[in-house]
């Protein structure tokens, strides 16, 4: 049995000091019922608890941490920048360094701003789509998340889902009035939408894939038709790559399925595991942001020194030419991604029992769903007991997954095909003990 004491003790602590003991929801284990394993350090693909339990990590800080954790060229520049000062609130070289990078693989971003999080690019983004059409509504996409700004925080999957909130008390109905929410891969019902009100949407807001209601790529040609709709009705198309840029392939969901949006929303990666994201988009939107433009967006520690070197030695590692004769970085990724969701594919058939495998790139997830998943409706109809019963057991066994259906999860380079087999191995144990479970 995994020992969990001092974990315990320390969320007891914590449950005193913070809201149910985290900085953030998902963290509490809740949906799991079991105690989250309270974390001392991590390197490359282990992290490691403060009872001293070690486990191969397939959350990667949910999505940052793709070329593993305590990366030695990430750690190093670290290191030297600390020495130069944590922050100035004043331009840098590496600011403009770190943008570069970012549109050389992000052509359709021609002018970009550093944020600090996710929750700030997607909020200033629908600022600017707003303020750029003169129109008020956005549409979104049920269980699509899109961080936790008012106007967004209606029908947002992942851990609103995971607690079963539908839409958060505090934010008002007027609010909530501008944002509508229409079913994920249905093209049907947001062709619907558009003819009917599309001269009043400001911007269609999209994860083109989807990430937060477990991993849910979209149906062939979905994607075109938001982009068609966009076009038509004179609304901009605002593609929220905060989790699968850089994973769906190098340049996110964009160059994986051949779509042009008006705004791209980064981040977690293209802050390395530093708190950085950023919106960017067409250089005639973006100049209407503040100081260029009227559209007011600030921030006190945006551009950080440190996040902007976390950033950019990790976009460094992953956009290197590979060496002769090797895939470049993000088609290793997707080789190992694809070997480990065989192999469950395999374990869970030898059980005998049913699940859905999902991959795009980097990220990826199952389903314990006899049907496939392609909205939020079909992730619900999941069996939860079913994945509780395996998540259990395969931290049991030293895996670390994320506490939800409702979350998707990563590889990173410093996966070993020793450790996958390994994973492979461990889930044979748990899709036995849920087909034990539903005897
Ligand atoms: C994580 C995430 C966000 C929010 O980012 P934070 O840094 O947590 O605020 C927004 N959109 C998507 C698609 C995400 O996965």
């Not at 006190?300 to 470049?328: F, Q, Y």
């Amino acid at each position: 049995m995994l020992n969990l004491e001092k974990s315990a003790a320390a969320f007891a602590e914590a449950k005193k000091l913070m809201p149910g003991g985290v900085n953030s929801p998902v963290r509490s284990y809740a949906s799991v019922d079991c105690n989250p394993p309270f974390i001392a350090r991590a390197e490359g693909d282990k992290i490691y608890d403060i009872d001293g339990n070690e486990y191969i990590d397939y959350v990667g800080s949910w999505g940052p941490m793709v070329v593993g954790h305590a990366h030695p060229q990430v750690v190093k520049a670290l290191q030297e920048a600390a020495t130069r000062g944590t922050s100035y609130g004043a331009p840098t070289c590496i600011e403009s360094e770190l943008a570069k990078l970012v549109m050389q693989v992000y052509p359709s971003i021609e002018v970009i701003r550093m944020v600090n999080s996710g929750t700030e690019a997607t909020m200033s983004a629908l600022r600017l789509a707003r303020g750029y059409t003169g129109r008020e509504k956005i549409v979104k996409f049920i269980g699509c998340y899109h961080g936790h700004s008012d106007s967004l925080l209606v029908n947002a999957g992942s851990g609103m889902a995971t607690f079963g909130v539908p839409s958060s008390p505090g934010v008002t109905k007027g609010t909530a009035q501008d944002t509508i929410s229409v079913p994920y891969n249905d093209a049907e019902a947001i062709t619907k939408v558009m003819d009917e009100i599309g001269d009043e949407i400001a911007a269609v807001i999209v994860e083109p894939v989807a990430g937060n209601m477990g991993c849910v790529p979209p149906k062939q040609g979905y994607l075109r038709t938001l982009r068609s709709l966009t076009e038509k009705h004179g609304a901009l198309l605002i593609f929220d790559e905060v989790m699968c840029g850089f994973r769906a392939s190098l340049g996110g969901a964009q160059a994986a399925y051949g779509i042009t949006p008006d705004i791209t929303c980064l981040g977690k990666i293209i802050g390395g595991g530093l708190p950085v994201a950023a919106y960017g988009g067409r250089r005639d939107i973006m100049q209407k942001v503040s100081p260029a433009g009227p559209v007011y967006q600030a921030g006190t520690l945006s551009g950080n020194p440190l996040a902007m070197t976390a950033g950019l030695e990790t976009l460094k590692i992953i956009t290197a030419e590979p060496e002769e004769g090797k895939a470049d970085y993000s088609r290793e990724l997707t080789l190992k991604t694809k070997k480990l969701l065989l192999g469950w594919q395999e374990k869970a058939k030898e059980a005998g029992v049913t699940i859905q495998a999902h991959q795009a790139g980097s990220m990826f997830g199952i389903f314990f769903n006899d049907n496939d998943v392609f909205d939020y409706e079909d992730s619900c109809a999941s069996d939860q007991e079913a994945f509780k019963v395996w998540f259990k057991a395969m931290l049991e066994q030293g895996i670390y997954l994320a506490p939800s259906q409702f979350e998707t999860l990563f590889m990173s380079g410093a996966h070993s095909d020793e450790d996958i087999d390994r994973t492979i191995e461990a889930s044979a144990a748990a899709f036995q003990a849920v087909a034990d479970s539903r005897k």
